[in-house]
């Protein structure tokens, strides 16, 4: 059987760490597209040379041209620009919408069966942009935000209770940005809730309302200490989660940018919500019970994507 194909369109921080991620898990034939000439090929070449030491298989090709990605099975997007430190993931909507008008052109006409999970910022309006323009069914296409979210909580938790990362399972809801909602009631340590071990002793409220915040701040702490770009191990690792997840059909449970159409009040909406990726894309949105708490953060968090989806319908009138 053919190797699946990967097309990750933008070949920047970002989608040369999918690459290599993509080739040292062997998860199939990867194509890297982007508008600079070079940099695709020059990435695609320098992974493929990584192969003979590395020990995997697989073909990376660097492309400038749209027609390259033809048949890919999942198509991740990175292109765009990412922000300098001063900057929110909402001060780069105004390019980056325009960048998903190509994008969702071109795996359109390319690869118009691919399961796409776009990771641009500001998240939540690029992912529902990028389904307008492209026109895929909703479930084919999706945003990586969740995931990394999630996985930096329980970074900072498992470093908090000094325990290992694997035993720590955390939730994060809502928009990927300043509103984004963790849920400490749905986070754990190997199945005890966090408010638990609070009382247990294993942490003070104050130290678990501090990594909340620092959840909510991560990307711009990367972004403070890179100076020149934001976060990509994290965010690529995370983005190839999702990938695998479909590639495999393994039917994980993860939070991502979902089309929540019934669900949750909303009808027809990208926001951050449980999902489970199987070989049909986001086969189901997993509706949790919220406390009025909780509820109040995550209807804040969907009125900040709402403002954001507004502001791409202003901007662009085939939107509307
Ligand atoms: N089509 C294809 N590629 C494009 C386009 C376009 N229209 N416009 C820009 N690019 C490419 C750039 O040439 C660059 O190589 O997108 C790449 C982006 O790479 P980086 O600048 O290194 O950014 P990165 O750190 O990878 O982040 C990409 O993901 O997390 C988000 O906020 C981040 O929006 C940013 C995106």
New binding site residues.
């Given amino acids: 059987m053919a190797r699946p194909k990967i097309a990750l369109?933008?070949?920047?921080?970002?989608?040369g760490t999918l690459a290599h991620l993509a080739a040292v898990k062997e998860l199939g034939d990867v194509v890297l597209?982007?508008?600079?000439d070079g940099?695709p090929q020059g990435k695609a070449l320098d992974i493929a040379e990584s192969g003979p030491a590395a020990k995997f298989d697989g073909s990376f090709k660097g492309t400038n041209d749209y027609a390259d990605i033809a048949g890919a099975d999942v198509c991740i997007v990175?292109?765009?620009?990412?922000?300098k430190p001063g900057m929110s993931?909402d001060d780069?909507l105004g390019i980056?919408l325009?960048?998903m008008k190509?994008?969702g052109e071109g795996i359109a006409a390319h690869a118009p069966n691919a399961f796409v999970i776009c990771?641009?910022?500001p998240?939540d309006a690029m992912v529902w942009a990028l389904r307008e323009f492209s026109g895929l069914p909703h479930n084919m296409v999706c945003g990586m935000a969740g995931v990394l979210d999630s996985a930096r909580f329980r970074h900072f938790l498992a470093e908090e209770f000094d325990v290992s990362m694997r035993d720590v399972t955390a939730f994060v809801l809502g928009g990927h940005g300043d509103t984004m909602v963790p849920l400490t009631r749905y986070s754990t340590v190997a199945g005890i809730p966090l408010p638990d071990l609070v009382e247990m002793g294993w942490t003070t409220q104050d130290k678990l309302d501090a990594i909340v915040q620092r959840t909510r701040d991560g990307g711009a702490e990367i972004v403070g200490l890179l100076k020149t770009?934001?976060?990509?191990y994290a965010?690529a690792t995370s983005g190839i989660e999702m990938a695998e997840a479909y590639l495999k059909d393994q039917k994980r449970l993860l939070p991502c940018a979902a089309h929540v159409d019934g669900a949750y009040g909303l009808d027809g909406f990208y926001v951050g919500v449980p999902t489970i990726i199987g070989a049909n894309g986001i086969e189901r949105v997993v509706e949790i019970k919220m406390n009025k708490d909780e509820q109040a953060m995550f209807d804040k968090s969907v009125d900040a994507v709402k403002g954001l989806v507004e502001a791409c319908k202003g901007i662009d009138d085939s939107l509307n």
Avoid at 9 to 15: L, P, R, S, T
């Fill in positions: 369109i933008g070949a920047g921080q970002i989608g597209f982007d508008i600079s940099i990175t292109a765009g620009v990412p922000r993931r780069l980056n325009k960048v190509s994008v990771i641009t910022n998240l770009g934001s976060a990509f965010p």
